[in-house]
Structure formats: structure tokens, C-alpha cells
């Protein structure tokens, strides 16, 4: 416990799902945290998961922002910064998946899962920045997606937007560390495979019955298999890894 002491964290669409995970964990290592949601219909959930880490000792607050909206992004950064002195940490963890067959999505579709998975992640980083580069500890990590390396049937929008974050991670790791640059940020991607929780449970069961039958491990990753991978890439044990990909998914892009 404690590795995260001290530090301001930024964690997008964390009211449930393994975002919800993180904020929990990032919490228990000791970091102070705004948690992003985007509908009102996750208003009482953000507001639990504040009391419950309160409960517990923690700093949080919840902030209500569209990562597709730069101004409403801008202000969270903000009051982020004004609450905890700065920021040091931010997680892009917001994102949806409609599954569905390209013939059959409307254009909407396409746009809503680009603009949320992919786009989104731009305009946090670009809001957080000023920020990060005042920062003694400054810290990316981004969610993509082990369908960002080998695709699926029916999730090709969405694998697409997360083979995105992967090439995005690898070019801003290479902006970020520059010789002659003043602050070094250290960006990162968590690729996991199907969890227990979140976006796993809205694909059919048809799907992930499949899906586990392929799996070396048999079975979807649980969040307490995958939060660790994101409180390693936030901590001081960390400082080896820029533009890197670490991968919770039960060996599923092994088997490629």
C-alpha cells in the first residue's frame, strides 16, 4: 500500500466496469482521485463509489464530463488541478462497444464508438497536459483492448478505435521522451482481454461462451487481475516502461 501516495489521478468512465476497479485500487495505494463519468444515469453510482472511498480515508470526487466534449474535459482538468495542486496521473478508461456486423451499423454507430474510444483518449491527454508537464510524476495509462491485436467477428469499429490507442501510445511515447525535453511522461497502454465485468456483459453469451472455449486459461480475466497492471504502470515501479502494452487476457492473443 502507499505506492501511489500523494499523487492527483485523473480516471475517465470509472463509475463502473473495471473502471470502477481502478479507482478503488488507485485509492488503496494512497492517490487522490477525480472519477469521470458521462450520463446522469451513472450519477448515484459515481456518488457510492466516492463514499465508500471516503469511507475508507480517501480524496475523490466525481465530476460529470464527455470525453468527446473539450470544453467539459477542460473544466474536470481544472478542478482537478485546483482541488489537488496539480495532476499527475491520467487513465483513459472511457469507452463503449455496440457489437454488430459493419453492413448492418448505421454511420452513427461507427462515429459514437470512434469518437468515445479513440478521440476521447486525444482530448483528455491534450486537457491533461498542461498539467502533466508541471508534473515531477507524470503518468498516461490508456485501456485498450487484446481486440486491438487480433480483432473479432462483429467488433470491427471497436477494434479498430483500440488498435488506435495502441499506435497513439507508441507515437506520444516517442513526443513524450525526447531528449531535451524538460518532463519525460511516461505512457502506457493495459490491453486486457474479456473481464468478468463491464463491456464483457454486453456481447452475447453466444460470444463468450466462444470466447472461453479458445482461452489457455478457459476463462475471462477478473478485475483483480487486471488493476494491477494499471497501479504498476502509475508507480515508481514503473520507470522502465514508455510506449509499452502489457497484456491481462487469459492467453488469448497468444493463441495467434
Same mark, same amino acid.
Given at each position: 500500500?502507499?505506492?501511489?501516495?500523494?499523487?492527483?489521478?485523473?480516471?475517465?468512465?470509472?463509475?463502473?466496469?473495471?473502471?470502477?476497479?481502478?479507482?478503488?485500487?488507485?485509492?488503496?495505494?494512497?492517490?487522490?482521485?477525480?472519477?469521470?463519468?458521462?450520463?446522469?444515469?451513472?450519477?448515484?453510482?459515481?456518488?457510492?463509489?466516492?463514499?465508500?472511498?471516503?469511507?475508507?480515508?480517501?480524496?475523490?470526487?466525481?465530476?460529470?464530463?464527455?470525453?468527446?466534449?473539450?470544453?467539459?474535459?477542460?473544466?474536470?482538468?481544472?478542478?482537478?488541478?485546483?482541488?489537488?495542486?496539480?495532476?499527475?496521473?491520467?487513465?483513459?478508461?472511457?469507452?463503449?462497444?455496440?457489437?454488430?456486423?459493419?453492413?448492418?451499423?448505421?454511420?452513427?454507430?461507427?462515429?459514437?464508438?470512434?469518437?468515445?474510444?479513440?478521440?476521447?483518449?486525444?482530448?483528455?491527454?491534450?486537457?491533461?497536459?498542461?498539467?502533466?508537464?508541471?508534473?515531477?510524476?507524470?503518468?498516461?495509462?490508456?485501456?485498450?483492448?487484446?481486440?486491438?491485436?487480433?480483432?473479432?467477428?462483429?467488433?470491427?469499429?471497436?477494434?479498430?478505435?483500440?488498435?488506435?490507442?495502441?499506435?497513439?501510445?507508441?507515437?506520444?511515447?516517442?513526443?513524450?521522451?525526447?531528449?531535451?525535453?524538460? &518532463?519525460?511522461? /511516461?505512457?502506457?497502454? +493495459?490491453? *486486457?482481454?474479456? $473481464? !468478468?465485468?463491464?463491456?464483457?456483459?454486453?456481447? #452475447?453469451? =453466444?460470444?463468450?461462451?466462444?470466447?472461453?472455449? &479458445?482461452?489457455? /486459461?478457459?476463462?475471462? +480475466?477478473? *478485475?483483480?487481475? $487486471? !488493476?494491477?497492471?494499471?497501479?504498476?504502470?502509475? #508507480?515508481? =515501479?514503473?520507470?522502465?516502461?514508455?510506449?509499452? &502494452?502489457?497484456?491481462?487476457?487469459?492467453?488469448?492473443?497468444?493463441?495467434?
Amino acid at each position: 500500500m502507499g505506492k501511489l501516495k500523494g499523487r492527483a489521478a485523473v480516471i475517465t468512465g470509472s463509475s463502473q466496469g473495471i473502471g470502477e476497479y481502478i479507482v478503488k485500487a488507485f485509492a488503496k495505494e494512497g492517490a487522490k482521485i477525480c472519477l469521470n463519468y458521462v450520463s446522469d444515469s451513472s450519477t448515484v453510482l459515481a456518488e457510492a463509489i466516492v463514499d465508500e472511498v471516503r469511507a475508507a480515508g480517501g480524496d475523490i470526487f466525481c465530476y460529470q464530463a464527455d470525453v468527446r466534449n473539450p470544453e467539459q474535459i477542460r473544466a474536470m482538468m481544472k478542478e482537478t488541478a485546483d482541488r489537488f495542486g496539480g495532476i499527475d496521473i491520467l487513465v483513459n478508461n472511457a469507452g463503449l462497444n455496440l457489437e454488430g456486423r459493419i453492413i448492418d451499423m448505421e454511420y452513427e454507430r461507427i462515429k459514437l464508438m470512434l469518437d468515445v474510444d479513440l478521440f476521447g483518449d486525444f482530448v483528455a491527454i491534450k486537457e491533461a497536459l498542461p498539467y502533466l508537464l508541471k508534473s515531477d510524476y507524470p503518468r498516461i495509462i490508456n485501456n485498450a483492448s487484446q481486440l486491438a491485436q487480433k480483432g473479432a467477428d462483429t467488433m470491427s469499429v471497436y477494434s479498430a478505435a483500440k488498435a488506435g490507442v495502441l499506435g497513439m501510445t507508441r507515437s506520444l511515447a516517442r513526443e513524450f521522451s525526447k531528449q531535451g525535453m524538460d &518532463t519525460k511522461i /511516461l505512457i502506457n497502454t +493495459v490491453a *486486457p482481454g474479456a $473481464v !468478468t465485468v463491464g463491456q464483457s456483459k454486453t456481447v #452475447s453469451q =453466444e460470444y463468450v461462451r466462444w470466447l472461453e472455449s &479458445t482461452l489457455p /486459461l478457459g476463462r475471462m +480475466v477478473t *478485475p483483480e487481475e $487486471v !488493476t494491477p497492471c494499471f497501479v504498476f504502470l502509475a #508507480s515508481d =515501479e514503473c520507470t522502465g516502461f514508455i510506449g509499452q &502494452t502489457l497484456c491481462p487476457n487469459s492467453g488469448d492473443t497468444m493463441v495467434y
